[in-house]
């Protein structure tokens, strides 16, 4: 006990020390401006730890590196004897230097404890995941020896799981290769859809992290289906909210051998213009069936808040023909329900619409909660719910009507008939002994 307090000791008085030319600086210019005969009120003392090193004004000294390299070393050894205590502070082999320099930052000594204590953390949480990253490792060595020491003592042949097997064992990377190479053939000889990615300025934060999922969603669609689209990302500016969040789900986008179209440039100067159909929902003219000679278009873009025409206008200002879905005319839309669709659903109608030109089993993409079903058949399905219900309650079979006709008295509505009683030898009905007691009748029985 004494040789920490000795240690603490020894550590306040370096705190003292550090602080003494600045008490002694502010005391030269307190004379300095007195014998210039300014009458201005002398400054107060400054505690180096009191306040962050970049908040400093110019009134006082800026700290030398000398000083810095000295305040380091007591915080040091202040975090140190903590340590050494047993409080909630790291040892300081894991402290790295963007640590001390946020460190040298602090006002106040709470505000180290409270940082320190937040490392303490993620020390404490690194060491329980390398105990447990050992436990594992000894269980899988042990394991594998176990299955070792059985393959060795057993003669015939096991078949299962790890063992022989009849079958070839496909992994999650021979998948995810195939489904690339579909895209890459896909680039070849499939349609191309573009996704317009220009409309980041017109969304906030929130909007714009769920176009970046939608579009995250499209590419992922887009590559299990058997018949893909050859998409193209265009106006996609890395550094702008919506890139930069679609670059987190898909870390992977800018390998050479990652099978996606991200242009900076714009659709009009990548394709014929007389090709390109813009899919805006503000526009007149129906889509009324699927060319593959045209390049369709859809922008990328969430508007929750701002529902203006912003597709219809940048279709106009660059001159290109305009289509919508006909979703009034095959589907009718329930009350308070908005007609807006999300990037992956509008991917998903294309693909059906262009497998199947059927416009019914392409707009099943859209959510049922928002269509109202059709009056007939709803009408039908009741009927028919109803019809097999009064069927349930009422199932009679009337085959074995037919084959009672010598004597009807037999027969019943539901089942053939089973009779009651029945006659057995030995029941005979005998008025002198009912009624009687269980003592007569075990007599007369013996």
Known sequence: ????????????????????????????????????????????????????????????ISETKEERDKRLKVLQLEADIAHQEGRRVPALEFFKDHHWEHVLTLPTKSARIKYFAYLWQIEMKKEADQRKKAVRAEETERRVAEMRKERAENTH???????????????????????????????QFAPKMVLDC??????????????????????????????????????????SRCMQSFQRYIPTIHNPEFPINLHSKCFTELFPKQNL???????????????????????????????????????????????????????????GSGKSLTLNQMINIMLDLKKTGDWDAALKHVPRRKVVQNEFQHRREKDHWSTGTRARKLNIRIDHLLDFDEDRRQATSFATPQKVRQRREGLEFQLDTWATGKQKKKQRQN
């Open 1 to 60: 006990m004494l040789k920490h307090f000795a240690r603490w000791r020894l550590g306040s008085q370096l705190l003292k020390g550090s602080a003494a030319p600045v008490r002694q600086a502010s005391k030269t210019s307190g004379a300095e401006n007195s014998l210039a005969g300014k009458e201005e009120p002398q400054k107060k003392f400054v505690n180096p730890f009191s306040q962050p090193a970049p908040a400093l004004s110019n009134d006082t």
């Open 157 to 187: 042949i096991i078949y299962g799981l790890g063992h022989t097997s009849l079958f070839l064992r496909i992994y999650d990377t021979t998948i995810n290769h195939w489904q690339n190479n579909r895209l890459t053939r896909a680039m």
């Open 198 to 239: 220009s409309y980041d300025e017109h969304m906030n934060n929130r909007e714009a992290t769920y176009a970046a999922k939608q579009l995250m969603l499209c590419f992922a669609e887009n590559r299990m289906n058997d018949e893909p689209f050859d998409l193209h990302y265009c106006n996609a500016q890395m550094d």
């Open 277 to 335: 159909v813009y899919l805006t929902p503000h526009c007149r003219e129906d889509l009324v069936t699927y060319n593959p000679d045209d390049i369709y278009i859809v922008g990328a873009m969430v508007d929750t808040m701002n529902n203006e025409p912003l597709s219809l206008a940048k279709a106009k200002r660059l001159g290109l023909r305009m289509a919508r879905l006909p979703l009034d005319r095959y589907l009718q839309w329930g009350s």
